[in-house]
């Protein structure tokens, strides 16, 4: 009875992992999306910049661009993502 019990609660988890989607995988296509509006973003945020702590900032979010495209390079799209999407979010980009 108690195997059974066991047996019908890992067919229930087995069903609910199942029913449960993936986390979203981000294709090359949306992580070259990305890529291009942060690039733009940056570019209009650098443009507009005033005082050469504004500039430097800047510049590091160019250094993690340049890491996402790493990521791409190494066909790792959810990790490019990431960097992508975190970079939007510290300098209130759309990504």
């Given at each position: 009875?108690?195997?059974?019990?066991?047996?019908?609660?890992?067919?229930?988890?087995?069903?609910?992992?199942?029913?449960?989607?993936?986390?979203?995988?981000?294709?090359?296509?949306?992580?070259?999306?990305?890529?291009?509006?942060?690039?733009?973003?940056?570019?209009?945020?650098?443009?507009?910049?005033?005082?050469?702590d504004?500039?430097?900032?800047?510049?590091?979010?160019?250094?993690?661009?340049?890491?996402?495209?790493?990521?791409m390079?190494?066909?790792?799209?959810?990790?490019?993502?990431?960097?992508?999407?975190?970079?939007?979010?510290?300098?209130?980009?759309?990504?």
């Amino acid at each position: 009875m108690r195997v059974r019990t066991l047996s019908l609660a890992l067919a229930a988890a087995v069903a609910l992992c199942a029913a449960v989607p993936a986390a979203h995988a981000c294709s090359r296509e949306e992580a070259i999306q990305k890529m291009g509006a942060v690039a733009n973003g940056l570019g209009q945020k650098l443009a507009q910049a005033k005082t050469p702590d504004e500039t430097q900032k800047i510049q590091t979010g160019y250094v993690r661009l340049n890491e996402g495209g790493d990521a791409m390079g190494k066909q790792d799209f959810d990790k490019a993502c990431s960097i992508y999407d975190s970079i939007a979010k510290d300098f209130d980009l759309k990504s």
